[in-house]
């Protein structure tokens, strides 16, 4: 019986390719089967385009497209046939790497697949490497400390339907609001009700070409890039 390969979820940080970690990078080189997460509406791969500089000449790199959809069946659908590609080459008894933006277990479509390959694979050698998220890069190129001394953290999506921002919001010192990019003008009129606008920066595309870094939330866009995100401080 073929022993199984091994799954290595490596997160690869928020843009720039010198934010790997050296374990990630070492993951890439000796590993010959890479999968990348990729949206299915595009042909290319954003955690594809960060590992290139990294990966040896000649290395094939799969897409699996993830719809950016909030439809359950066509996600589940997506998360089985990704699964399944995968599943393929780790039966064959091959190390294959996921790369995916950011940290693997943190807003990630590697927390989706995983379970659905521990299913197939009773026994998968799962070794999961963390990544630089985003806002600890925004964190560092604004300067601004995310928590100090006895301040919470929240760690938040803008993809809010229900109210529970607002509710965590008013008891949190600091907060990190991650996919800022879906309803932006109810997010910052809602920033302006509990006080805390005047407190917040936003950041796009960081590490990416269009790089930005707005202190005023008046002067953000409407319709913001997916890859945006409100470092927030509570006025004290």
Not at 46 to 72: C, K, N, S, Y
Not at 186 to 191: A, F, G, I, M
Not at 203 to 215: C, N, S, Y
């Amino acid at each position: 019986m073929t022993a199984l390969g091994t799954l290595y979820g490596l997160g690869v940080g928020p843009g720039d390719p010198e934010l790997l970690t050296i374990k990630a990078v070492r993951i890439l080189r000796q590993t010959a089967d890479v999968f990348a997460a990729s949206s299915s509406k595009n042909d290319y791969s954003i955690a594809e385009a960060i590992i290139a500089p990294h990966l040896p000449r000649g290395t094939a790199v799969t897409r699996l497209g993830f719809p950016m959809t909030r439809d359950p069946a066509a996600l589940a659908a997506a998360w089985e046939a990704n699964a399944t590609a995968m599943a393929g080459v780790l039966a064959a008894g091959r190390d294959a790497a996921f790369v995916t933006l950011g940290d693997p277990l943190l807003y990630s479509t590697f927390g989706y697949v995983l379970p659905l390959l521990r299913r197939r694979l009773p026994g998968l050698p799962v070794v999961v490497v963390p990544g630089i998220t985003s806002f600890q890069a925004a964190a560092a190129t604004t300067g601004q400390p995310l928590a100090e001394a006895g301040e919470n953290l929240l760690v938040a999506s803008g993809i809010d339907g229900d109210g529970r921002l607002e509710k965590a919001l008013e008891a949190a010192d600091n907060a990190v609001i991650l996919k800022a990019y879906r309803n932006f003008p109810r997010l910052r009129e809602l920033l302006r009700r509990l006080g805390l606008a005047g407190g917040a920066i936003f950041v796009t595309r960081l590490g990416h070409d269009g790089e930005a870094v707005i202190p005023d939330l008046e002067a953000a866009p409407e319709k913001p890039h997916y890859l945006s995100l409100c470092l927030v401080k509570r006025p004290r």
